[in-house]
């Protein structure tokens, strides 16, 4: 009897085995676009995390007083939520098995360096409402020169380190990190034909790309950005080598980056002469903050807003 019972547990794992193998080759060979997912990344990215301070300027300042979490914040919050779900939702769907504790890692920091970037970048928006211009360094600024005690002026420039280098870093490198190891999963055989890139996914393209061209100009990270976009190039080439081709979601992200490094090369073209903004960012490579643009030359529309209040 035990001999049956070792034959026939044998039997269930082997079998077991070849389920797992079957459904993988399954999902490798009918690749889809999760156009749900990827929708709805899309769409809170845009809402959330580019309309959070849109949000915080145009509301009506007494419906969220200096001293209390503007509605940007609250926004901000959802982000830091919504996000790394998705993420996790995404890496789920890939048909390849992912090294799940550096997923696991790079959620966890990446949740930790969005919330560091929650508080600072809270505060440094709320300045703007008593003159505080992104385009200028802390030290410039007007309003923090007349600080007293100076020691004051170090505790706005940490602030600023926690804000723009320390959040940022634990945020975006973590959220790039996280697109590779889905993008390394979004591979098929080149004998399999490989269908044109769905409706879906172009119309996606465009919103896309647009987002990475913020994140990437606001949040300064040209460089963790272009790294990874050669990873992602030194991974089409070394899967194509073993006979490889990218699947529908694999594209949908190889061509946004590519549209996304188009529209940076296009925004640095245009502010390339912009004397004030060169001073702010200087060295080779030059990419100025959307925001600081706005506040350099849109500032009347917060001194109307000011006034208005």
């Known amino acids: 009897m035990s001999g049956v019972r070792r034959r026939q547990g044998a039997g269930g794992v082997s079998s077991s085995g070849r389920h797992g ?10 690749p889809r676009f999760h156009f749900d997912l990827w929708f709805y990344f899309t769409l809170q990215n845009w809402v959330l995390d580019f309309g959070r301070p849109i949000a915080m300027i ?27 779900f998705i993420l996790l939702k995404l890496i789920e769907r890939s048909p390849k098995t992912l090294p799940r504790s550096m997923v696991y ?16 970048d809270s505060v440094n928006h709320r300045l703007i409402f008593s003159g505080y211009q992104l385009h200028l360094s802390v030290r410039e600024n007007p309003i923090i020169k007349n600080l007293k005690p100076e020691t004051l002026i170090d505790s706005f420039e940490l602030l600023y380190y926690y804000d723009e280098y320390l959040g940022h ?9 996280i697109l590779c190891i889905y993008f390394s999963g979004c591979f098929i055989p080149i004998k ?20 990475y061209w913020y994140l990437v100009t606001e949040g300064q990270i040209f460089i963790l950005f272009i790294f990874t976009f050669f990873a992602l190039m030194a991974l089409v080439m070394h899967q194509k080598r073993k006979g490889l081709l990218m699947d529908s979601n694999g594209r949908f992200l190889f061509y946004s980056f590519i549209i996304t490094l188009v529209l940076i090369a296009l925004w640095v073209g245009w502010l390339w002469n912009d004397k004030i903004l060169r001073k702010k960012y200087p060295g080779v490579i030059y990419i100025p903050e959307p925001w600081a643009f706005y506040t350099l030359h849109m500032s009347n529309l917060h001194s109307a807003k000011g006034e208005s209040i």
């Not at 193998?21 to 009918?30: F, G, K, L, P």
């Not at 870093?169 to 990190?177: G, H």
């Not at 409706?199 to 896309?208: K, N, Y």
Request: net charge negative.
């Open 21 to 30: 193998v079957a459904q993988e080759e399954d999902a490798c060979r009918n």
């Open 58 to 84: 145009v509301l009506p300042l007494e419906w969220f007083p200096l001293n209390k979490p503007s509605a940007g914040d609250y926004f901000h919050m959802a982000y830091n939520v919504i996000t790394p």
């Open 105 to 120: 890692i790079c959620i966890i920091t990446f949740v930790m360096g969005a919330s560091i970037h929650l508080v600072g």
């Open 169 to 177: 870093s634990m945020w975006y490198i973590p959220f790039f990190l």
């Open 192 to 211: 399999e034909e490989q269908q044109r890139i769905p409706v879906a996914a172009l119309l996606l393209i465009g919103p896309s790309s647009l987002y």
